[in-house]
């Protein structure tokens, strides 16, 4: 389980499937109201709390976003109390730690970071018989990213993409808006094959 701040009151949480196997839960499971997922996410806030100092009482939006093979990212923003109550209604408010707003979505996109150029290299030329084409590659915060679409790929070939990315480079929870906003597009289509005929 992996943390990071974004802002003052926005966490990303980056959860891999062994984190969820860890706990006896599903990815599927992660849709449905079961204890394991609320002990799950009380966990995650006293990890949040300790990490990063996020205090998660009052509102709270959480975006849960499923990426295939790699795991999940759990957005957890914190809304604003509202103070105008009587004091009555702000002891109330206090009390109900968590009153949340929970947003599921899912993607196709597999995304991973290389922070070597050589690994990225070497990653691609294993990679490529395995790939009919697609992926773009990112230039991000010093690292390379790149982004694969898991539509088309049946499970099989996916798990072995998975599995030779994870070797060469680490997955990422970020997300394609974030790379074209405020990252460099490096290799638009086919980066796997471009990568392997132009080095």
């Not at 990303?12 to 499971?29: A, Q």
């Not at 009052?58 to 509202?82: D, F, S, W």
């Not at 690994?119 to 009919?132: G, Q, S």
């Not at 970020?174 to 796997?192: M, W």
Request: a negative charge; hydrophobic letters at 45%; charged letters at 30%.
């Amino acid at each position: 389980m992996k943390m990071e701040r974004l802002s003052q009151d926005k966490i990303r949480i980056f959860l891999t499937f062994d984190d969820l196997t860890e706990r006896g839960i599903h990815k599927d499971d992660m849709w449905r109201e079961i204890p394991k997922v609320h002990e799950l996410f009380s966990e995650m806030m006293d990890q949040a709390y300790m990490e990063l100092g996020f205090d998660a009482t009052g509102p709270l939006a959480v975006e849960v976003l499923a990426m295939p093979a790699q795991g999940m990212v759990v957005i957890v923003t914190r809304g604003k109390m509202n103070l105008g109550h009587s004091e009555d209604a702000l002891e109330e408010e206090m009390e109900e730690v968590y009153e949340l707003e929970v947003t599921m979505d899912e993607t196709d996109q597999i995304t991973y970071a290389f922070h070597d150029f050589e690994d990225l290299l070497r990653m691609a030329k294993v990679i490529n018989p395995m790939l009919i084409e697609g992926g773009t590659l990112y230039s991000y915060k010093g690292k390379w990213i790149l982004l694969l679409d898991a539509v088309e790929m049946e499970e099989n070939r996916l798990q072995a993409v998975v599995a030779v990315l994870s070797e060469f480079g680490e997955a990422t929870s970020v997300t394609q808006a974030v790379l074209e906003e405020y990252g460099k597009t490096v290799i638009e289509s086919d980066a796997v094959k471009v990568l392997c005929s132009k080095f």
